[in-house]
């Protein structure tokens, strides 16, 4: 027998709604100040009745702030840094669940250990990796002498510079934040969850490896897979530090640091209906991903039977 509490339901709907105001208002009012004139914006406090300056101030953002170029480099940035990290972290789940090697426990522990090194604190050895790649070659040329021997080899017309450098360049954006222990170690509790039968009546067919992980896991993992596309895109969409790092040539700007540029400064007229414009179309892109992915976003967290 199910009981009926009108009084409590009635209490848990409003609850609700007074947490959907609270978190969404802060996107509210920044649809309404994107229809604002800078006049009104400037008033205090702001009118919270929508203009009619909506696709004027869209369109003066989108094009002062270059966001066309800047939202399709964070799209870049996001996408690679989510195929890098689901590939490298199922990849890496799979060898430590199903093979069988020394210090196998280690590696993982290794692996899982990385979760005390955010980005923050690692930020300025992976800048200096990334500014040159072979710097340590470099480094090890220039002990052993080597360029006295090409040298002596080419009438000291020749000598070699190992330089590589990633910045300026999406592969720089990306490559260095496409290791994820978090979701290496999700990958292998679900692998740990696959009923052995699978692996052993895989082998009996003469599946390899490959073909198993191929056939059997990355069918079984789609949900797991679905939902942490969402967590990381988003991720790897917001980025701010160390895009702002590693990127000089305003080509190659992410819309998080776009959108940062303008907002207005001390001296700078309180065009707050541009800056609120513009993060409104900033956001756009991981709130489509959401809602595209929403159904088996869900699904791969609270799915239980596999």
């Given at each position: 027998?199910?009981?009926?509490?009108?009084?409590?339901?009635?209490?848990?709907?409003?609850?609700?709604?007074?947490?959907?105001?609270?978190?969404?208002?802060?996107?509210?009012?920044?649809?309404?100040?994107?229809?604002?004139?800078?006049?009104?914006?400037?008033?205090?406090?702001?009118?919270?009745?929508?203009?009619?300056?909506?696709?004027?101030?869209?369109?003066?953002?989108?094009?002062?702030?270059?966001?066309?170029?800047?939202?399709?480099?964070?799209?870049?940035?996001?996408?690679?840094?989510?195929?890098?990290?689901?590939?490298?972290?199922?990849?890496?789940?799979?060898?430590?669940?199903?093979?069988?090697?020394?210090?196998?426990?280690?590696?993982?522990?290794?692996?899982?250990?990385?979760?005390?090194?955010?980005?923050?604190?690692?930020?300025?050895?992976?800048?200096?990796?990334?500014?040159?790649?072979?710097?340590?070659?470099?480094?090890?040329?220039?002990?052993?002498?080597?360029?006295?021997?090409?040298?002596?080899?080419?009438?000291?017309?020749?000598?070699?510079?190992?330089?590589?450098?990633?910045?300026?360049?999406?592969?720089?954006?990306?490559?260095?934040?496409?290791?994820?222990?978090?979701?290496?170690?999700?990958f292998r509790q679900f692998f740990?969850?696959?009923?052995?039968?699978?692996?052993?009546?895989?082998?009996?067919?003469?599946?390899?490896?490959?073909?198993?992980f191929r056939k059997i896991l990355?069918?079984?993992?789609?949900?797991?897979?679905?939902?942490?596309?969402?967590?990381?895109?988003?991720?790897?969409?917001?980025?701010?530090?160390?895009?702002?790092?590693?990127?000089?040539?305003?080509?190659?700007?992410?819309?998080?640091?776009?959108?940062?540029?303008?907002?207005?400064?001390?001296?700078?007229?309180?065009?707050?209906?541009?800056?609120?414009?513009a993060a409104i179309l900033v956001?756009?892109?991981?709130?489509?991903?959401?809602?595209?992915?929403?159904?088996?976003?869900?699904?791969?967290?609270?799915?239980?039977?596999?």
């Amino acid at each position: 027998m199910v009981e009926r509490t009108p009084l409590l339901d009635i209490f848990t709907y409003l609850f609700l709604m007074a947490g959907i105001l609270i978190v969404g208002f802060p996107i509210i009012y920044s649809l309404i100040a994107a229809t604002q004139t800078l006049e009104d914006v400037s008033k205090v406090p702001m009118p919270l009745i929508p203009g009619d300056q909506f696709w004027v101030n869209m369109q003066e953002a989108w094009s002062r702030g270059d966001l066309g170029t800047q939202i399709m480099n964070s799209f870049i940035m996001a996408t690679g840094i989510t195929m890098g990290k689901i590939t490298i972290s199922i990849l890496g789940a799979f060898s430590i669940v199903y093979f069988d090697y020394r210090f196998r426990a280690v590696a993982f522990a290794s692996v899982f250990c990385t979760l005390m090194l955010p980005v923050e604190v690692r930020i300025m050895p992976t800048y200096e990796v990334a500014a040159n790649v072979l710097g340590p070659l470099q480094a090890l040329w220039d002990f052993l002498h080597l360029n006295a021997v090409v040298s002596w080899f080419t009438a000291n017309e020749f000598e070699l510079a190992l330089d590589w450098s990633l910045l300026d360049s999406y592969t720089g954006l990306i490559l260095p934040l496409i290791a994820s222990a978090t979701c290496t170690f999700l990958f292998r509790q679900f692998f740990l969850t696959v009923p052995e039968e699978l692996c052993e009546a895989a082998k009996m067919d003469g599946a390899s490896p490959m073909t198993f992980f191929r056939k059997i896991l990355l069918p079984l993992s789609k949900t797991n897979i679905a939902a942490l596309v969402v967590i990381e895109f988003v991720y790897g969409y917001n980025q701010y530090l160390w895009p702002l790092l590693i990127t000089t040539n305003p080509k190659m700007t992410t819309a998080v640091i776009g959108l940062q540029n303008l907002i207005p400064q001390a001296d700078d007229l309180p065009e707050w209906n541009l800056a609120l414009g513009a993060a409104i179309l900033v956001m756009l892109p991981p709130v489509l991903v959401v809602l595209f992915m929403q159904r088996w976003f869900v699904k791969g967290l609270i799915e239980k039977e596999k």
